[in-house]
């Protein structure tokens, strides 16, 4: 799953659960959108110092295990992972866009929390697997790459 990031000043291994909720409380979460979720999270990976070590939906949120550098806040993993998913959302699927009445795909709230390294990250895991009633694991890392 994780490991530590070794950069020249410092090591880390900094985890977080990031929940967030669709606009509405909206059903928007179906095949076709959590394919195009997985695929831009992927592409995030490619471009920033972000793993998305686990990416899942309940219908009406979307739930990532992260694992991410300390130059990026929570506030700025929020906000890059939010804007960047609903933009890419939103072009590759428009219906999605049109069910929200070309708003916004997330409300502006969030659930944050950390993520030990010891123990809690597989708590976390089973935590998420055990939201709401159709819970679907569109993504799963066992092994992380450095950056």
């Known amino acids: 799953m ?14 977080y659960h990031l929940v967030f909720p669709a606009k509405y409380r909206r059903a928007v979460f179906d095949d076709t959108v959590d394919k195009e979720i997985k695929n831009i999270c992927l592409d995030i990976e490619s471009r920033y110092q972000i793993k998305f070590l686990e990416i899942g939906t309940d219908k009406d949120q979307v739930h990532f295990l992260v694992q991410s550098v300390p130059t990026y806040s929570v506030t700025k993993l929020v906000t890059m992972i939010k804007s ?6 939103f072009s590759r699927c428009p219906s999605v866009k049109k069910q929200l009445w070309g708003g916004e795909l997330c409300t502006d709230g969030y659930l944050a929390s950390t993520v030990g390294k010891h123990g809690d990250e597989q708590m ?3 935590y998420v697997k055990n939201q709401g009633n159709e819970y679907k694991k569109l993504h799963n890392v066992h092994q992380l790459e450095m950056f």
Not at 2 to 15: D, Q
């Open 84 to 89: 960047l998913t609903a933009r890419e959302v």
């Open 2 to 15: 994780s490991e530590f990031i070794h950069k020249s000043h410092n090591v880390t291994i900094l985890l």
């Open 124 to 126: 976390i895991a089973n």
